[in-house]
């Protein structure tokens, strides 16, 4: 039962944009699975499910099975930067990344490797990291992005 209904939550938010636990709540109800939201907060964790910013500016669930830059970003990246940053800001086309003591070359490594559209290139030092974006809109995405990995 728990394997069926953990790979019903792979395919639906692989199929459609789901942003909040109720959300995925009611599609899994949709498709005759009755649970709790804390067997769904279990699923998630489990599933290594994580939240990042759509396209559209929206929220969305994405798996780390995907092959697209969220998914990437969201795997192995995700849980370094989570553990690693404590703050997130940009200047112009420069994002700063502010890390714990030792972690910012890990978390600048992970970084370079999701290879996110619009850096032009890293540079890490041991507390501190700095993204060069393209453009001032590449910067603010960037920074919106890990943002919502830190918070």
């Given at each position: 039962?728990k394997a069926?209904?953990q ?5 639906l938010i ?11 709540l009611?599609?899994?109800a949709a ?7 804390a067997?769904?907060?279990?699923d ?20 780390r ?33 502010k890390c714990?003591?030792?972690?910012a070359n890990s ?6 490797a999701?290879?996110?559209n619009?850096?032009?290139?890293t ?14 809109e590449?910067?603010?995405n960037?920074c ?8």
């Amino acid at each position: 039962m728990k394997a069926n209904r953990q790979q019903t939550i792979i395919r639906l938010i692989a199929s459609e944009e789901i942003d909040t636990q109720e959300g995925l709540l009611a599609c899994l109800a949709a498709e005759g699975y009755r649970v709790t939201q804390a067997t769904i907060s279990r699923d998630i964790r489990e599933l290594g499910i994580h939240k990042v910013r759509g396209e559209n500016g929206g929220y969305r669930y994405v798996t780390r099975r995907g092959g697209d830059e969220a998914s990437d970003l969201s795997s192995k990246f995700a849980i370094i930067f989570s553990e690693s940053a404590l703050s997130v800001n940009y200047a112009q086309n420069i994002v700063v990344v502010k890390c714990h003591t030792g972690m910012a070359n890990s978390a600048c490594a992970t970084f370079d490797a999701a290879k996110i559209n619009g850096v032009i290139g890293t540079l890490s030092g041991d507390d501190t990291f700095l993204i060069i974006a393209a453009t001032i809109e590449d910067a603010a995405n960037i920074c919106s992005l890990l943002c919502d990995l830190i918070e």
